[in-house]
């Protein structure tokens, strides 16, 4: 049987069912006018560079990387994300309106990959924000979990570094065990071609809700082995506070040269 993952990454989408803190308390137009806000594209667009892009070379087999952007997304910068993504041949762009549901047109988007594909397919789909990274060992982590007896399992991998930024600058790098993060969260599934059906009603690791509560809906798997992914830690992220700066801070520190051994970033 084929086996295939989609790592799904949500790149600055605009939707009235948005459920991102960006979009909470303020009105439509507010939400709109931060979200696609000149100076926070900018940062967000070198950061995805540096620490997002680079870690997508794990999957250049086997696997499509699948970036959500808005259809609202300035031209400038949807154009210098194509120009980013042009060398690599399975990553690819796909646009939301602002009226379709995020979560929903993931699961579309991956069926109607896999419809593409013309036979029975195992899956995983797996989770990354686009200003995180996966590690080099992450695909050699996750493969043994393609396998039919993890069918409807939920994987996450809850050993990672958090990376302290100052501005432009990765200031300091700190080891941390965080399990059921949303970075790297893989959920596996099976397709079946010939009655376009899956084993499991969630298409996509998206469909499990609330990843801090997953396990009370799916059997989840914790898997604390491998150091798997690197979180940015930055003041224009949604959820920035000194309260989780600090958190990173009180772990254990590992030196920014020693970085390169786990992930293919731009430090």
């Known amino acids: 049987m084929k086996k295939h993952n989609f790592v799904t990454i949500i790149y600055s989408v605009l939707t009235k069912t948005s459920g991102w803190k960006i979009g909470k308390e303020i009105s439509f137009e507010e939400y709109r006018e931060k979200l696609f806000d000149t100076e926070r594209l900018k940062k967000r667009e070198e950061i995805f560079e540096r620490i997002t892009l680079p870690s997508l070379s794990s999957f250049s087999k086997n696997s499509t990387v699948l970036i959500f952007i808005s259809?609202?997304?300035?031209t400038y910068f949807k154009q210098r994300l194509l120009k980013l993504i042009e060398p690599y041949n399975y990553i690819k762009l796909v646009e939301i309106n602002v009226d379709e549901h995020v979560f929903?047109?993931?699961?579309?988007?991956v069926k109607d990959e896999l419809e593409k594909m013309g036979e029975d397919v195992l899956y995983s789909t797996i989770r990354l924000d686009?200003?995180?990274a996966v590690s080099k060992k992450f695909m050699n982590?996750?493969?043994?979990y393609l396998d039919t007896k993890f069918i409807g399992v939920c994987i996450t991998f809850s050993s990672g570094v958090g990376l302290i930024f100052d501005n432009e600058k990765i200031l300091s790098a700190h080891?941390?065990?965080?399990?059921?993060?949303?970075?790297?969260?893989?959920?596996?599934?099976?397709?079946?071609?010939k009655e376009r059906t899956f084993d499991s009603k969630y298409i996509s690791v998206y469909n499990l809700g609330n990843h801090i509560s997953v396990e009370e809906?799916?059997?989840?798997l914790i898997d604390p082995r491998e150091i798997s992914w690197a979180r940015s830690i930055h003041d224009i992220s949604d959820i920035y506070s000194s309260h989780l700066v600090n958190t990173y801070k009180s772990q254990p520190e590992i030196k920014l040269?020693?970085?390169?051994?786990?992930?293919?970033?731009k430090i």
């Open 141 to 144: 982590t996750l493969e043994p």
């Open 175 to 193: 080891l941390k065990k965080a399990p059921k993060i949303a970075i790297g969260l893989a959920w596996i599934n099976r397709f079946n071609s």
């Open 71 to 74: 259809n609202e997304l300035p």
């Open 257 to 265: 040269s020693s970085l390169s051994k786990y992930f293919d970033i």
């Open 217 to 220: 809906r799916v059997p989840t």
């Open 130 to 132: 686009d200003d995180d």
């Open 104 to 109: 929903i047109k993931v699961g579309s988007t």
